[in-house]
């Protein structure tokens, strides 16, 4: 069992910066791919971007590339998610995902846990 608690969400101006972090519970955290989506009011949850257990790999929506970048820290147990040039759209609740077996997918029904979500709200 896993349990995950985002932070760091708020309100930012256009072009702005926020950084969300995503703190796991459990001593297996290292074997899971973990991975953030967002959902915005009205519209369906989608895959944002996601690193492999090791941290090796990382996949990011095209929407996200070049302004986002996810990382993680095995030995603190969390992921962190560093959210820059930020554009209205980009307004959403995000959610951390974690998949056991460590290998990454853009599929949001193949992940296994998830957090209750942080609100970004990107001003223009």
């Known amino acids: 069992q896993v349990q995950l608690v985002e932070s760091g969400g708020g309100l930012v101006q256009a072009g702005g910066s926020l950084r969300l972090s995503c703190a796991a519970s459990g001593r297996t955290f290292s074997s899971y791919a973990m991975g953030w989506f967002r959902q915005a009011p009205g519209k369906e949850r989608e895959f944002v971007a996601a690193i492999n257990w090791g941290g090796g790999r990382t996949y990011y929506a095209d929407s996200v590339k070049g302004r986002f970048t996810i990382s993680r820290d095995n030995a603190k147990n969390t992921v962190s998610f560093q959210m820059n040039s930020l554009k209205p759209e980009d307004t959403a609740v995000y959610y951390c995902?974690?998949?056991?077996?460590?290998?990454?997918?853009?599929?949001?029904?193949?992940?296994?846990?998830w957090g209750q979500g942080t609100q970004v709200t990107v001003s223009s």
């Open positions: 995902a974690a998949r056991r077996g460590g290998v990454v997918t853009t599929d949001a029904p193949l992940y296994d846990y």
